[in-house]
């Protein structure tokens, strides 16, 4: 069997059983799991809303089968001491999964299950060994849980895989990752939240107002930066969408207007900039993406341009890229005398370097990165580390480092979720064997 990862939610969804609030978020957080790419199980835990509610908004499963693995799952009751039993009707269970299937079997549920005496959990089912020695007799390879908030790890008895995962409802917001490689099960644990020792800023937000925003809003954000680690935000709103239309934007009509374009009936950037006054958005945070026209120029008036802090600046669309056939030449002469244009308006960043040449599928040769690294050197301007729909080149990163251009890193965070999340980039960067001794040194 190949490496195989789903999602499952094993904590309580909500807390507060049947009360109006919990009854009322439990739809919400359908919606939000829904969004998931992979496939996601809901478990019922001891503080979610009764099973008839609950499974009037998710749909109700005791067994199913993803990518060769059969996942069972319970919703047993609960005993004193937030402990939880499994009747004998649902123990026989593991027999009849077993019946005509040879591959990994795992239960999931709310409550863990640990051999007794063998784990610090105060949590247990008060028929532990009835339940083992059948997983033993059925070759069960998990029992995986969550309820206890601190989480127990992984404990490996018996031939039996015992797990309980921390809540990621509370901070650092832990989350657990468990790898199953033909039998062999590892577990591990990693924080939504990054460390705050760090003081990294995402100098990369966009708002409400962002024509590609999921959820985004600024109000929001400014509660929860901080929890996740973050020690400050820029709000960066793009030029071209506060300027032009959906339309003007997405066909990139507006790169040949430019400014001259502008029509007053559609201009948005005066209620972006009452949006950041409303939310007393503080003066360093206050940002935006600059759009640059075809011709190079800033897509950024005057006085618009006086009202904010921080810029960064940034290529949407290449010209060149829209002809058939392109013409990787031109493609990559547009690009440069474009960037260059950028980093001569004076902008703190260079915003998502070589985008548009992922998004062609066309990959970036180091030849254009060197380019690129000698005009951010003159014009000391930092490049962006930004992993928004694409990935970073780490060969990039690292001649930034060693030519002595500032990184920035951001999040470009188009939903709520991706506010700080910072991850990706600090995985690079300790690949590239950066040390946080470095970061003074490497970072805007
Ligand atoms: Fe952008
Ligand atoms: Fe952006």
Redesign the pocket.
């Known amino acids: 069997m190949d490496k195989t990862r789903c999602r499952n939610n094993l904590r309580d969804l909500v807390d507060g059983g049947d009360s109006q609030m919990a009854r009322d978020w439990l739809p919400k957080i359908h919606q939000i799991l829904d969004k998931l790419a992979c496939p996601y199980i809901a478990v019922r835990g001891n503080h979610d809303p009764s099973a008839e509610y609950f499974y009037s908004v998710f749909e109700r499963k005791d067994q199913f089968d993803i990518s060769g693995v059969r996942f069972l799952i319970f919703d047993d009751p609960e005993q004193p001491g937030f402990c939880a039993s499994r009747s004998g009707n649902q123990i026989s269970r593991f027999k009849s999964a077993r019946a005509n299937f040879n591959g990994p079997i795992i239960s999931l549920q709310h409550v863990p299950l640990f051999p007794p005496g063998m784990s610090e959990s105060p949590y247990n089912y008060i028929n532990a060994e009835q339940i083992i020695a059948e997983m033993k007799k059925y070759n069960i390879l998990m029992f995986i849980s969550g309820h206890y908030h601190k989480g127990i790890g992984h404990i490996h008895s018996q031939g039996i895989n015992f797990i309980a995962s921390p809540a990621v409802c509370v901070l650092p917001f832990k989350y657990m990752i468990i790898d199953i490689d033909d039998e062999k099960v590892t577990a591990a644990v990693d924080n939504l939240q990054i460390p705050s020792e760090l003081g990294l800023i995402d100098r990369?937000v966009?708002t409400q107002f962002a024509y590609c925003s999921e959820n985004m809003d600024v109000a929001s954000i400014l509660k929860i930066y901080k929890d996740f680690g973050l020690a400050d935000v820029v709000f960066?709103e793009?030029s071209g969408q506060l300027y032009f239309d959906k339309d003007s934007f997405w066909t990139g009509q507006c790169y040949v207007k430019g400014l001259v374009g502008i029509e007053e009936n559609v201009n948005r950037m005066p209620k972006y900039f009452e949006l950041i006054k409303k939310n007393n958005v503080p003066a360093e945070s206050i940002g935006l993406?600059v759009d640059f026209d075809y011709a190079g120029r800033p897509m950024i008036r005057a006085a618009d341009r006086a009202k904010a802090r921080f810029f960064i600046g940034?290529i949407h669309k290449l010209e060149e890229m829209w002809k058939e056939p392109v013409d990787w030449k031109l493609v990559e002469e547009e690009y440069l005398r474009r960037t260059q244009a950028i980093l001569e308006n004076g902008v703190n960043v260079l915003?998502?370097p070589f985008r548009m040449f992922h998004r062609s599928g066309s990959g970036v040769k180091r030849d254009l990165f060197e380019k690129v690294i000698k005009m951010l050197r003159q014009s000391k301007t930092a490049a962006e580390v930004n992993f928004?729909s694409q990935e970073a080149e780490a060969e990039f990163v690292e001649m930034c480092i060693n030519s002595g251009v500032k990184l920035s890193l951001s999040s470009?965070c188009h939903n709520m979720y991706e506010v700080g999340e910072l991850w990706p980039h600090l995985k690079m960067l300790e690949k590239i064997g950066v040390t946080n001794n470095d970061f003074s040194r490497i970072l805007l």
């Open positions: 990369h966009h960066t793009h993406e940034s915003a998502h928004h470009d």
